[in-house]
């Protein structure tokens, strides 16, 4: 068959609002604010040939890829407040009856475009990476990651955790 071995790109949109506030931040973005993102997920694989297989000729079911990033951020993040766990607005915050997101990290664009690369990468099947997302927080500013930048920063993070 002349299809095989070759590598193909699919990209899904998603779309979510959330709100957070950077801590210890010297401008506006220090106040709770929101956004609403635009998250772009570009995986890669070889589309399946088994001839038999519902899903023949795909790399991924765009359902599936779908189910994927809602169960591991569109759930998570959607109408959340994303805060730090070192803000002093925290005790306040876990006051109120609202969805609150803690996380370890600063919660900027590029913080959390690290976090859904790890959730996202873990859930994919096997055959299939994820090369590409891409996090617009307003209409002309977006932050981007890519596999082939990160290739080392898993084994890095392996060896600096070992000696901790």
Known sequence: ????????RLTKEFNFEMSH?????DGLCKNIHGHSY?????????????????????????????SIVYSQIIDKF??????????????HLKQCNTKLVITQYQPTCE???????KGISLSLPHGVELVRLCLYETANSYAEWFAEDNQFSDLKEK????FI
């Open 1 to 8: 068959m002349y299809f095989c071995f070759m590598k193909i």
């Open 21 to 25: 506030a950077l801590h210890n931040y």
């Open 38 to 66: 635009r998250l772009f997920v570009t995986i890669k694989g070889e589309p399946i040939t088994d001839v038999l297989s519902p899903k023949n000729g795909m790399v991924m079911d765009f359902g599936e890829l779908k």
């Open 78 to 91: 959607d109408h959340a407040l994303v805060i730090p766990f070192n803000s002093e607005m925290l005790s």
């Open 111 to 117: 913080n959390l475009l690290i976090d859904f690369s």
């Open 159 to 162: 060896i600096i955790n070992k």
